[in-house]
């Protein structure tokens, strides 16, 4: 079946650090791949997606770009701030008739000043 | 004008009691979802309805009985809760059957069983 692995947390950066979050993934076929970002109280927001190989997805200076050889979309940012503060969440849904979504077990980001 | 909208936010009742969570979306999507969250934040999917029809029924206890009453509703009642249920539940939707598409979610409801 298809999964989701991602680095464990948390994570613990200062303002301006670079950030990577690690995610790899079994599936079949050809899945389309997103992470989403969960602030403290709320719910699930679509941070970015892609949905082939090589695609770059980015969104408020985040990018990840979908690796097939080596399954994985690792999410990075240049220069956190502590707004980015939240639980990351690296997903994918596997083909046409998918109707679900198997998600990473997410990573706690927290940015300090 | 919120897209995915769940009440009540937050439930805290006995347990062997019975309470339901209900959820819209106004975002014209086919296919709608329940999700539970645990308290290590793992996210499972419970259940998925596609134009009112059960697609996705996960191994999840029958005290779990969702609803959806039209394409833009779909509610969940549960039965004799149980300790184990404490969880947040967050209600999706989206565009279903195609993969490209995000799913949208609603804020979650936090249910806490004394």
């Known amino acids: 079946g298809d999964s989701v692995t991602q680095m464990e947390g948390p994570v613990t950066l200062s303002e301006e650090a670079f950030l990577t979050i690690n995610c790899t993934y079994t599936?079949?076929?050809?899945?389309?791949l997103f992470w989403y970002v969960q602030y403290p109280g709320e719910g699930l927001q679509l941070l970015l997606k892609a949905t082939k190989a090589d695609d770059k997805g980015s969104n408020k200076g985040f990018e990840a770009t979908y690796r097939k050889e080596t399954t994985s979309f690792h999410l990075e940012k240049g220069s956190v701030q502590v707004s980015d503060s939240a639980v990351y969440f690296c997903a994918l849904s596997s083909g046409a008739g998918s109707y679900q979504l198997t998600f990473g077990k997410g990573t706690k980001l927290s940015v300090i000043p | 004008d919120t897209a995915v909208s769940q009440t009540p936010k937050y439930l805290v009742t006995q347990m062997g009691n019975d309470k339901s969570i209900k959820c819209e979306q106004n975002?014209?999507?086919?296919?709608m979802y329940w999700y539970k969250q645990d308290s290590k934040k793992f996210l499972k999917i419970m259940f998925s309805y596609n134009n009112k029809e059960l697609i996705i029924n996960e191994t999840v206890p029958n005290r779990f009985s969702p609803k959806s009453p039209d394409k833009a509703h779909l509610n969940l009642h549960i039965n004799s809760l149980e300790l184990g249920d404490s969880a947040v539940y967050f209600c999706a939707s989206s565009h279903g059957g195609v993969s490209n598409q995000p799913q949208h979610f609603g804020d979650g409801t936090r249910l806490s069983i004394l």
């Open positions: 599936a079949t076929g050809y899945p389309s």
């Open positions: 975002l014209g999507h086919d296919t």
